[in-house]
């Protein structure tokens, strides 16, 4: 068979990249056309899923603490990127000497955030490890405790990992559907609350829900809980179609670049490249590096 994992590298990243810029203009406006308002510039979720590849490939594989001096480079060089209170705080910490994997631990009086901001990053890691599902998940939760140590934040990380791994390889099986999606997810996660939240997935596609219900069933907000899974929902909706997937996504309201990022991920990983509208691609900010970026990280395989 051909091999198209390169084009899905490709597609994942810039699907990402896509996704948070298409939402990055919805966010707390009514559904517009997207078109419209596409100018292809990105948010603090490509930011930090750039700074994911970058360590990942200097290291050809992870490293906690240069992975935390990345995301510290890469946030003091373009604070304005729409950061949340959290990352700014860890970054602070972890220069002022405390341990990169001890940090984020203070954060929300010592629980520790569960904001999306680990998932929303994670894309390159359910690339590099889309084969090997252990250490995907292993490194899908360390990266994740650099900013994000609360268990629905890493869950919520491991999983949308876990789903850019499985649309990869979707592609290049035959036949799944979107219940199979489902069901391997179930069999990977044992958190109560995202088991929950599956279960309710299978029953919104089941009987083609509004986006109302959707909403108030899977969530739209900033928490990992309730957005990680709204994004599988997105993708595994609108399956045949990438523009579909996250036209849907954003149109959902709420936190609409991260859930437009992470439905944007699984999509792109799934249909390759290609099929990101081309006049998408062109407007992208710093396309040509996140391009590079995929190609780096698919050589690492
Ligand atoms: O998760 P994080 O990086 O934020 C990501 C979001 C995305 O929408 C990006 O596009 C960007 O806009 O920001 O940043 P955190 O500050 O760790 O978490 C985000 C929010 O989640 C916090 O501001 C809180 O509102 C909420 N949150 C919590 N609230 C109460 N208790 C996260 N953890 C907790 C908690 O333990
Ligand atoms: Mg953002
Ligand atoms: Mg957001």
Redesign the pocket.
């Known amino acids: 068979m051909f091999d198209d994992t390169r084009s899905r590298f490709l597609g994942c990243l810039i699907g990402c990249a896509v996704g948070d810029a298409l939402g990055c203009r919805l966010e707390g406006l009514a559904s517009l056309d997207v078109e419209s308002v596409f100018d292809g510039r990105w948010?603090?979720?490509t930011h930090m899923m750039i700074g994911v590849a970058e360590s990942l490939i200097a290291n050809k594989g992870f490293n906690g603490n240069h992975m935390a001096q990345t995301f510290i480079k890469n946030y003091e060089q373009e604070p304005w990127r729409?950061?949340?209170?959290?990352?700014p705080k860890v970054f602070r910490w972890i220069k002022s000497g405390v341990p990169w994997d001890e940090a984020a631990k203070q954060?929300?009086g010592g629980?520790?955030?569960?904001?999306?901001?680990?998932a929303?990053r994670v894309a390159p890691v359910g690339l590099l490890y889309y084969d090997d599902t252990e250490k995907l998940r292993f490194v899908a939760h360390a990266q994740s405790m650099i900013?994000?140590t609360?268990e629905l934040?890493t869950e919520g990380a491991v999983i949308q990992a876990y789903s850019v791994a499985l649309a990869v390889k979707a592609s290049q099986s035959s036949e799944w559907d979107s219940y199979e999606f489902l069901e391997k997810l179930m069999g990977f996660t044992s958190n109560e609350t995202y088991r929950r939240k599956l279960k309710k997935a299978v029953e919104l596609l089941k009987e083609g829900a509004d986006r109302h219900k959707v909403v108030k069933e899977l969530g739209n907000s900033?928490?990992a809980h309730n957005s990680v899974l709204t994004a599988v929902y997105c993708f595994l909706r609108n399956w045949g179609n990438f523009k579909d997937a996250v036209t849907y996504a954003v149109n959902l309201g709420g936190?609409t670049?991260?859930i437009g990022a992470m439905t944007g991920a699984i999509s792109g990983a799934y249909h390759g490249v290609e099929a990101i509208p081309e006049q998408w691609r062109n407007k992208l900010e710093r396309r040509a590096y996140i391009e590079k970026l995929a190609e780096d990280l698919w050589a690492l395989k």
């Open positions: 948010t603090d979720d729409g950061y949340a209170s959290g990352p954060l929300f629980a520790g955030s569960y904001g999306n901001g680990a929303m900013t994000h609360h934040g900033v928490e936190d670049d991260t």
